[in-house]
């Protein structure tokens, strides 16, 4: 009998499928990472609570050995797989192995996407549903970790106005305010700012703890230079720079035009088109309209009739 040379332990052993067949278990991480690439979709063999529960017992699993491991594997999952509702639950279950840890505020943290570094925050509705996940999970009440409220505030702070205006999640159960209330987050340069009528400003600061607070003046006369985060909470901050919003720009611009008599129907429709191309072009190069909205225009840029802005899209 060997003294030395001791028998390996099979990492694996043999098991009964979800299809009822024979198979093989697999190691814990290599589950895990396995079920972030498909979700927590319903499955053919599998009811998705089911699914859901297998899920956070292997996660459990991986995270008590290995916090790190864990949470690089929901940012891959996140940032390169593109699975959202499966790393927003496993962001939740990460917290109380992250409590007190550096690791949980860079954890939560946005993602810069330029050098590929930073957290779980790709977008900032990822805010919005981790939060809603957790209070799901543990109670409208529970106490929110430390380390998401950090690294929370950090990445309202990061975000650009475009961002901010972009995901308001207005009307939904957790909106980006609800967050901007919870993390009390600084009003920031990279926030930017925008120019308003300062009627209007006057108006929305109306009967808010912002009555008096000082302000800039704006380039033009009459109006004010508001940050947007203030704007934000104010509920004046607008959505720009979207296909929708450019579109309709470009549209009332036309029939301005046409009502004055500077264009011709006619005229007017060759023009909105110009316009139009112009503006898919601009986000199409910019990488600013996202897959479902180019998805949606699709349509709309066939009717452009330009072979350069269809070859981008």
């Not at 028998?7 to 499928?17: I, L």
């Amino acid at each position: 009998m060997p003294k030395y040379n001791s028998k390996v332990v099979p990492t694996t052993t043999k098991t009964t499928t979800l299809q009822g067949g024979e198979g093989y278990t697999q190691k814990p991480e290599f589950e895990l990472v396995g079920m972030l690439a498909t979700g927590l979709g319903e499955m053919f063999y599998e009811k998705e609570s089911d699914r859901e529960k297998r899920f956070v017992q292997i996660f459990s699993e991986v995270a008590k050995k290995d916090s790190t491991f864990a949470a690089k594997a929901l940012i891959y999952a996140r940032t390169v797989m593109g699975q959202r509702s499966i790393s927003h639950r496993g962001a939740v279950e990460l917290a109380k192995y992250l409590s007190g840890t550096e690791l949980g505020k860079k954890f939560y943290a946005k993602r810069n996407r330029k050098i590929n570094e930073g957290g779980i925050i790709f977008r900032l509705d990822d805010m919005s549903e981790i939060l809603a996940c957790y209070k799901a999970k543990n109670g409208a009440k529970a106490p929110i970790p430390n380390a998401i409220k950090k690294g929370f505030k950090e990445a309202i702070e990061g975000a650009d106005m475009y961002e901010l205006a972009k995901y308001q999640m207005k009307g939904r159960g957790v909106s980006l305010v609800d967050i901007v209330n919870l993390v009390h987050p600084t009003e920031t340069m990279k926030n930017g700012y925008l120019e308003l009528p300062l009627d209007e400003y006057l108006k929305a600061t109306n009967g808010t703890k912002l009555v008096g607070k000082e302000y800039q003046s704006g380039k033009t006369p009459g109006t004010v230079k508001v940050p947007a985060l203030r704007a934000l909470v104010l509920g004046i901050l607008k959505q720009f720079n979207t296909v929708e919003d450019k579109n309709t720009e470009a549209g009332k611009i036309v029939s301005e035009k046409v009502k004055s008599g500077e264009l011709t129907k006619v005229e007017a429709e060759k023009v909105l088109n110009e316009a139009k191309t112009e503006n898919y072009t601009e986000l199409i190069k910019t990488k600013k309209i996202g897959y479902l909205a180019l998805l949606r225009n699709l349509r709309n840029i066939l009717k452009t009739n330009d072979s350069e802005v269809l070859d981008l899209a």
